[in-house]
């Protein structure tokens, strides 16, 4: 069951403009990017007119993803000291973290200890279980490869691999990371074993097709998509897999291909979405070029 959050904002984190130069602002580096500082104390960047930095601490929740739990600001003295503003009781607010969140500073032990918070929040055992099992590991790769952090993904994912290789999910995510990552071959190996162990889950073939499409093996990216397309009950998923092959015809100007998936795409596309309007602009293109 999805937890209940006692209040969920938005945060508008500017990147730092300020050109200070005392010690302060260089024990702010702000060069982490968030999804490594899972469990971790961060400051967000200020912008260059505001005077106080927004700080928190990230943490993994697994049915919501990775999230930023606000605990107040604070502003640096000349000393480098980071002072803390006053905190209103019982407010937490919590902000979803994505592929806009910028980097962050993480924060020492001493500057922990200057804003007066606890290494380890208390609230965090409602949050935090262990990760080592084939469900945790596959959900923290999930995670994580939907916002961006694919080789971390690989981390949990390789574990989760090792100890169930069939658990649920975990091979899409297996080889979605390695196809972000452009490792081709990697991908194509799990998921040659994944769609022989679960042959009619399309999913599957969205990555497997895409693994073999990028490494321009057009027989076996249209043999697997096909199939894909094929199996499909989600008119979606087979309009992403055939519209990666009219997608590439178009570009290699093969009209007679391009026609093919083209069609593909108007058999399971709804009027009017966006996969039908992707097509006409490809074929007003062909027009234009005649």
């Known amino acids: 069951m999805k937890k209940i959050i006692p209040c969920l904002i938005t945060l508008f984190v500017t990147t730092m403009g300020s050109s200070q130069n005392n010690s302060s602002t260089n024990q702010l580096k702000f060069e982490t990017i968030y999804y490594d500082a899972i469990y971790k104390w961060v400051a967000f960047p200020k912008a260059e007119t ?49 592929n806009t969140t910028k980097n962050v500073a993480l924060l020492s032990s001493v500057q922990i200890k200057e804003l007066a918070v606890t290494p380890i929040p208390d609230w965090l055992k409602n949050y935090k279980k262990p990760i080592d099992d084939a469900e945790s590991l596959t959900r923290t790769g999930y995670h994580l490869n939907a916002v961006g952090g694919s080789k971390k993904a690989l981390e949990f994912l390789l574990k989760a691999y090792k100890k169930s290789p069939h658990h649920k999910g975990l091979e899409f995510e297996l080889g979605y990371a390695y196809n972000a990552l452009g490792q081709y071959e990697k991908a194509i190996e799990i998921l040659n074993k994944a769609t022989t162990h679960d042959p009619k889950n399309a999913l599957l073939y969205k990555e497997f097709g895409y693994a073999y499409l990028n490494l321009h093996k057009l027989p076996e990216a249209e043999a697997i998509y096909k199939r894909g397309v094929e199996i499909a009950t989600d008119k979606e998923l087979s309009c992403e897999m055939a519209i990666n092959m009219a997608n590439y015809y178009f570009i290699q100007k093969s009209k007679d291909k391009f026609n093919e998936w083209a069609n593909l795409v108007k058999q399971n596309a709804s009027p009017n979405s966006q996969y039908i309007k992707y097509i006409e602009y490809f074929e007003k293109e062909w027009e234009s070029k005649r």
């Not at 928190?56 to 000291?81: P, S």
Request: no cysteine.
């Open 50 to 98: 505001d005077s106080t930095y927004v700080y928190g601490y990230i943490y993994l929740d697994m049915q919501a993803g990775l999230t930023f739990n606000h605990e107040g600001t604070f502003h640096v003295e000349k000393t480098g000291k980071l002072v803390s503003s006053k905190k209103e009781p019982y407010n937490m607010v919590k902000m979803r973290l994505g």
